[in-house]
């Protein structure tokens, strides 16, 4: 793989319309303004042999290589920027599968907060190990996002510590669509994103900000077929709550679309599609063979997308977040597992 050469420093803004005055375009500019000097800069790169898998003009934004590796850093920093002294003082609470938890507890940490995560059973080890070396309390209970989530609120209810909420807060959206106006930059061309979606903080972002610059880019998102809630929120299909969620892409398994993302995604999404895990492990091996990248399920579920649905994806230069890199090693096994019938 190659990283790309800049096409131009900075697009032309167009106007575009927004959902009231809370994500807008111009929010997100101006989040990226604030994170340019904190967060990394994440290469945007190619790969001939993707592009001629699928006949398009791929691009890799590699959100993995972020700090805390995944791109859940920018939307719980440009968060926690937005708190008074008095806020940070009391400390910040959250719910996460694991690369929301170490945004915030890497971001806590910097400002100086103490930070408090409730993180699922199954949780990998590496994400929990790692959210507490950043220096967060870290809580595991229940067998899904949906019920860390429930016991967090519980807390926050008892302590009165600020909740950063992993997707359904605009603060954290705008924060997340700056890898769009990012990559914008760096790739003006870009003319169809393809966005993992679990609570739907990262497409809500992207979406508007991708809009906000272009209103002709398509915004596809993807989920796992083991957890389709916004998927069937978005096409109107009865069942978008799940009881059960069961996909090893463990960063996007999320049981009930997000509130505040649900409309935004209706709004500015142009579809949602679905992939099965074997899709997942098929394109998380193909970066680890081919291209020499680490991507973990969340991560891999747009490139699975585009190896699946390439014939209906109408671009000719794509746009991919490789939305983060922290998977459990110990997972690689049943990956090949699933991958082994792949023709890739």
């Known amino acids: 793989m ?3 050469h800049k096409s131009k420093e900075r697009v032309k803004l167009e106007e575009c ?3 009231g005055d809370f994500l807008t375009g111009e929010k997100i500019y101006r989040a990226l303004e604030r994170l340019t000097p904190i967060v990394h800069r994440t290469p945007l790169i190619t790969s001939e042999t993707t592009n001629r898998i699928v006949d398009k003009k791929v691009y890799f934004k590699m959100e993995n290589q972020q700090k805390t590796g995944a791109f859940k850093f920018r939307g719980a920093t440009f968060k926690l920027m937005q708190l008074s002294s ?3 003082q009391r400390g910040v609470l959250t719910a996460s599968a694991g690369n929301h938890a170490q945004g915030v507890a890497y971001a806590s940490a910097k400002l100086d907060a103490k930070a408090t995560i409730f993180m699922p059973e199954k949780t990998p080890y590496s994400k929990v190990e790692a959210t507490k070396n950043y220096g967060a309390e870290v809580v595991l209970v229940g067998s899904s996002f949906q019920e860390a989530f429930e016991a967090s609120m519980e807390r926050q209810k008892q302590t009165g510590a600020t909740y950063v909420h992993p997707f359904d807060d605009y603060d954290v959206m705008a924060g997340q669509g700056t890898v769009a106006m990012e990559m914008l930059r760096q790739e003006d061309r870009i003319d169809t994103f393809i966005v993992p979606i679990g609570g739907g903080g990262l497409i809500s972002g992207i979406a508007v900000a991708a809009k906000h610059v272009n209103r002709n880019i398509r915004v596809i998102g993807v989920q796992a077929s083991g957890a389709p809630a916004m998927y069937n929120s978005y096409h109107d299909i009865p069942g978008n709550e799940s009881d059960n969620v069961d996909t090893i892409a463990e960063g996007i398994a999320v049981k009930k679309p997000g509130s505040l993302t649900s409309p935004i995604i ?3 999404v142009d579809d949602i599609v679905t992939v099965t895990d074997e899709e997942i492990a ?5 970066m680890l063979e081919r291209n020499k990248t680490l991507m973990e399920g969340a991560g891999a579920a747009a490139l699975a997308a585009l ?3 390439s014939q209906q994806i109408k671009s000719r230069h794509c746009g991919i977040v490789v939305s983060g890199g922290n998977i459990d090693i ?3 096994p049943k990956i090949q597992r699933l991958a082994s019938n792949s023709p890739l």
Request: avoid cysteine; aromatic fraction near 14%; charge should be positive.
């Open 2 to 4: 190659k990283q790309l």
């Open 17 to 19: 319309g927004t959902i």
């Open 86 to 88: 008095e806020q940070l």
């Open 266 to 268: 209706k709004k500015y």
């Open 282 to 286: 098929t394109a998380i091996l193909y």
């Open 307 to 309: 190896f699946s649905k």
């Open 330 to 332: 110990s997972s690689i």
